[in-house]
Nanobody
Framework: QVRLLESGGGSVQAGGSLLLSCAVS????????LGWFRQAPGKSREFVAV?????????????VKGRFTIRKFTVGRDSAKITSFLQMNNLQPEDTAVYYC?????????????????WGQGIQVTVFS
């Protein structure tokens, strides 16, 4: 069971930045692709970004390319501490949503956009104009 816990959400004016963090733990965490998704009010949850479990490759939804950056950091022996970061710059009101961190046990080069197995509880991001 992979466990995920998001932090770092909040409110920001349009054009501003926020950094989301996701602490990842549990068996299989080190071999999981890590993704970020979001769900705006009245809309379905959508893919935002993903990083391979190696941390070497990334993929983004078109509307966030050039503004958002996903990173994976692993610290300690046996991947004792894994964190996924989503740096969000030039935020716009349409980025307002609940953001979710997710994990999917994957092959080394996989960049999945769906069918994630484990989810965090979500964190609110609000961008006001």
């Amino acid at each position: 069971q992979v466990r995920l816990l998001e932090s770092g959400g909040g409110s920001v004016q349009a054009g501003g930045s926020l950094l989301l963090s996701c602490a990842v733990s549990g068996p299989g965490a080190s071999r999981s692709a890590l993704g970020w998704f979001r769900q705006a009010p009245g809309k379905s949850r959508e893919f935002v970004a993903v990083v391979t479990w190696t941390g070497s490759m990334t993929d983004y939804e078109d509307s966030v390319k050039g503004r958002f950056t996903i990173r994976k950091f692993t610290v300690g022996r046996d991947s004792a501490k894994i964190t996924s970061f989503l740096q969000m710059n030039n935020l716009q009101p349409e980025d307002t949503a609940v953001y979710y961190c997710a994990a999917k046990p994957s092959a080394m080069a996989d960049l999945p956009r769906s069918d994630f197995d484990y989810w965090g509880q979500g964190i609110q991001v609000t961008v006001f104009s």
